[in-house]
């Protein structure tokens, strides 16, 4: 069974740009989590999706936020990069009531 | 609000020596706990719930109400062991909090 992917795996953004990042879920889980992981702060919740809507959403700026496709894929947008944003995001997926399945993360830079 | 606490930043212990990774959580009802650990260059891992009480790759944890504790233990550290680990607290299953992790050195 393929695990989870994130593309794209690395990427250079200047400040107040947007960003885009794709997930894409092991076959079968619909439920969908973002984390941004810092040297600082670990690992934050961002937020998680369901079925194609939000179900829990983590203390980060409205300029965060993501969508979930109807064949569990979701995005994650951040706009209005700021330096502070460069940071690994990554997505985890999961069968309800299961354990999470961390991708490879995409890392962010933004200069 | 729902915390979880690791203290160390960077832990250094010999090969063959007992290791403890200490978490402490902030959650007033009932959660359920997990460690996660990250070795170099792999992806971020599941280790142990606590729910399992089972023992992986010789590592128990044990979860301490009383003490709102979720310490990470195992007898016998080996070189592999060297990596992160972060503890996990979960609500409802649903959203998780994450600790800042903690970076462990087996010394040969």
């Known amino acids: 069974k393929a695990g989870v992917t994130q593309t794209p795996r690395y990427l250079i953004k200047t400040r107040g740009q947007q960003v885009t990042l794709s997930c894409s879920p092991i076959s079968g889980h619909r439920s969908v989590s973002w984390y941004q992981q810092t040297p600082g702060q670990g690992l934050q919740f961002l937020f998680e999706?369901?079925?194609?809507?939000?179900?829990n959403k983590g203390n980060f700026p409205g300029r965060f936020s993501g969508r979930q496709f109807s064949n569990s894929r979701s995005e994650m947008n951040v706009s209005t990069l700021e330096l502070g944003d460069s940071a690994l995001y990554l997505c985890?997926?999961?069968?309800?009531?299961?354990?999470?399945?961390f991708g490879p993360g995409t890392r962010l830079l933004v200069l | 609000a729902q915390r979880v606490t690791q203290p160390e930043k960077l832990l250094s212990v010999f090969k063959g020596a007992p290791v403890e990774l200490k978490c402490n959580y902030s959650?007033?009802?009932?959660?359920?706990l997990f460690w996660y650990v990250q070795y170099s260059r792999q992806r971020l891992q599941l280790l142990l719930r606590?729910?399992s009480r089972e023992s992986i790759k010789g590592f128990t944890a044990d979860l301490n109400k009383g003490e709102t504790s979720f310490h990470l233990k195992k007898p016998f550290a080996q070189e592999e062991d060297s990596a992160m680990y972060y503890c996990a607290l979960s609500i409802s299953g649903n959203q998780f909090y994450f600790g800042t992790g903690t970076s462990l050195t087996v010394i040969p």
């Open positions: 959650y007033s009802g009932s959660p359920e």
């Open positions: 999706y369901f079925s194609e809507t939000q179900r």
């Open positions: 606590h729910i």
């Open positions: 985890a997926s999961r069968r309800v009531g299961e354990t999470q399945y």
